[in-house]
């Protein structure tokens, strides 16, 4: 059974850096083709993607957030971090990790519960 | 980057056809994904690669996708399927993953 979990602080200040864990299980992060994506949603907004890592270790950002973010894994304890920098009360919001299994053509097949994230001081 | 644009609402009678577009430059090039998110849950998964259904997702579900529109159909549409819709593609020059602004679908 695959699952994605979201864990990190509820609430942040402005310009703190936030980490946020995705544990998932039923699944190896060095399986060939499998990739984690960070996403993220603001209240009443739209889904936007923040961040990928592949089974090899490659990395893409939003280009408009690359300098602020970094994402790495842990695979031994099957995890996936997303760190965030200098976080702003816009950047509120659900934030999930996704999986893709294969290459585009797959989709975010499973997903994370979400976690939510509120900045403010 | 690429833009892919959604209505911003559908609204359909139970059991009538629901159809959602998702507009971009040549996005039938493009493989299209769909998503459902209900309120309070994380999206799920319900077309993938333009017209292929994930296991469990109801032959109700069906994707087209050519030109510069793609489209995700919703046929006897049931209360259950009130939800926002949301497509991603993805972007291969700058491997990004876009999504849609995504459609609220209301059943009336």
């Known amino acids: 059974q695959v699952t994605l979990k979201e864990s990190g602080p509820v609430l942040v200040k402005p310009t703190e850096t936030l980490t946020l864990t995705c544990t998932v299980s039923g699944f190896s992060l060095s399986d060939a083709s499998v990739g984690v994506s960070w996403i993220r949603q603001s209240p009443g907004k739209a889904l936007e993607w923040l961040a990928h890592i592949s089974s090899n270790d490659e990395k893409s950002y939003r280009t408009s957030l690359k300098s602020r973010l970094t994402i790495s894994k842990d695979t031994s304890n099957s995890q996936v971090v997303l760190v965030m920098t200098n976080m702003d009360p816009v950047d509120t919001g659900a934030y999930y990790c996704a999986r893709i299994s294969g290459d585009y053509r797959t989709g975010f097949d499973y997903w994370g519960q979400g976690t939510l994230v509120t900045v403010s001081s | 980057s690429y833009v892919v644009t959604q209505p911003p609402s559908v609204s359909v009678a139970p059991g009538q056809t629901a159809r959602i577009t998702c507009g971009g430059d040549?996005?039938?090039?493009?493989?299209v994904h769909w998503y459902q998110q209900k309120p309070g849950q994380a999206p799920m998964l319900v077309v993938y690669?333009?017209?292929d259904r994930p296991s469990g997702i109801p032959e109700r579900f069906s994707g087209s996708n050519s030109g510069n529109t793609a489209t995700l159909t919703i046929s006897r549409v049931e209360a259950e399927d009130e939800a926002d819709y949301y497509c991603?593609?993805?972007?291969?020059?700058?491997?990004?993953?876009?999504f849609g602004p995504g459609t609220k679908v209301t059943v009336l």
């Open positions: 991603q593609v993805w972007e291969s020059s700058s491997d990004h993953y876009v």
């Open positions: 040549n996005i039938g090039s493009e493989s």
């Open positions: 690669d333009d017209s």
